[in-house]
């Protein structure tokens, strides 16, 4: 199993430039997750989707769109790149089959994106 | 809302000294508690958890006790090496069907050999 996977792994944009990044689970898991992680500020959750076809804003959405297009994929869309969206974005991903326990978050190894 | 602070860093330490990074939590309701460690270059991996007051996490010689009375889930090591630096974050997990994690802002243990 490949676990969570990202493409890029970097960019470099400059601003008012789109990109998409892409994000594919291979655990069979519902929920998926798009985070950001900045200096001094930990992380911070984006959007996420509990389960495919939904979706939901997170901490900080704004700037970003997102596509759950199946349960293995979840993308990030920057319509208009701005410098304040220069970070590193970590997918996770987790079964959300509500059987009890805490499910744990998968993450894959990021997306070092530069918006010049 | 909810939120989870925890200590700065770096914290620089020599091998085979005590570790401790301090985690404490504000939350309504009972969340869960988790640290995530992340090596360089690496996404985030669950290091341990614990969902309920007094649960002991532990896991790699790492262990950490929620303590409900202080709101506190600090992160403990016996004897830390080389290999165990790296940025250490500790989260939570509100209630409700989401899922969503809530993180502190991460600390750094340096590990000199």
């Known amino acids: 199993n490949a676990g969570v996977t990202q493409t890029p792994k970097f960019q470099v944009l400059k601003t008012g430039q789109s990109m998409t990044l892409q994000c594919a689970q291979d655990m069979n898991h519902n929920s998926m997750y798009w985070y950001r992680q900045d200096p001094g500020m930990g992380l911070r959750l984006i959007y996420y989707s509990a389960s495919e076809g939904t979706t939901d804003k997170g901490e900080v959405p704004n700037g970003y769109n997102v596509s759950r297009l199946n349960k293995r994929e979840f993308s990030l869309r920057l319509e208009s790149a701005a410098p304040s969206q220069t970070s590193v974005y970590f997918c996770?991903?987790?079964?959300?089959?509500?059987?009890?326990?805490?499910?744990?978050?998968?993450f894959g190894p990021g997306t070092r994106l530069t918006v010049l | 809302g909810d939120s989870v602070t925890q200590m700065e860093g770096p914290v620089t330490l020599s091998e085979e000294a005590f570790l401790t990074i301090n985690c404490t939590y504000t939350a309504t309701g009972y969340p869960s508690l988790f640290w995530y460690v992340q090596y360089p270059g690496e996404g985030l991996q669950l290091l341990l958890k614990a969902t309920k007051a007094d649960d002991k996490g532990s896991n790699k010689g790492f262990e950490a006790t929620y303590r409900k009375e202080t709101t506190s889930f600090h992160l403990e090591k016996g004897s830390v090496q080389v290999s165990d630096s790296a940025v250490y974050f500790c989260a939570l997990r509100a209630g409700g069907a989401t899922n969503k994690l809530i993180f502190g802002t991460g600390t750094l243990l340096a590990v000199q050999p």
């Open positions: 996770a991903s987790s079964d959300s089959s509500g059987r009890g326990g805490v499910n744990e978050q998968f």
